[in-house]
């Protein structure tokens, strides 16, 4: 697998937004349970606990990082099928996220966007989120999983340059 980068950098009135995007030949509910059931996170991102409600705190464990931390991330909001945004903070920053799905036809596009505070850590983010979102793609159609090592180093100079883009 040759991954290809795919980020868009959205400036907006209130500062800038990383956006990716897949599509799925599924249904938003399919696609809403691959990325809101702890069973199903577990196969691409990492399994999560708790009670899950818009202003809850959940803990979500980082499966394919080192050492595989428990993070807390807060739900923000909830709007099933369509919005899932979630927070956190950790020893990298505060992270703002929103998981936006859309069906027409028998596809349904997933858009996520990540609220940046800062373009800093862009040139690591954006890969990072492309490696889990074709985590996500490998865990529904069944292909192999990508390794990570084709996503970063390897992606950061367009991300760098994206940023650097005015």
Known sequence: MNPRPTGRLVRTGTGSDLVLTR???ASVEDVWASVTEPERTARWFGPWKGEAAPG???????TFEDQA????????????PRRLALSATDEFGSWHIELLLSEADGTTELRFVEHL???????ENGPGWEYYLDMLVAARDGSPQPDFNAYYPAMKPYFVELAART
């Not at 809850?56 to 980082?62: C, L, N, Y």
Request: proline share 7%; glycine share 4%; hydrophobic share 30%.
């Open 69 to 80: 931390p428990w993070n807390d991330m807060r739900i923000e909001a909830c709007e099933p």
């Open 117 to 123: 505070d800062s373009e800093e850590q862009i040139g």
């Open 56 to 62: 809850r705190t959940i803990q979500v464990q980082m």
């Open 23 to 25: 599509s799925f030949r």
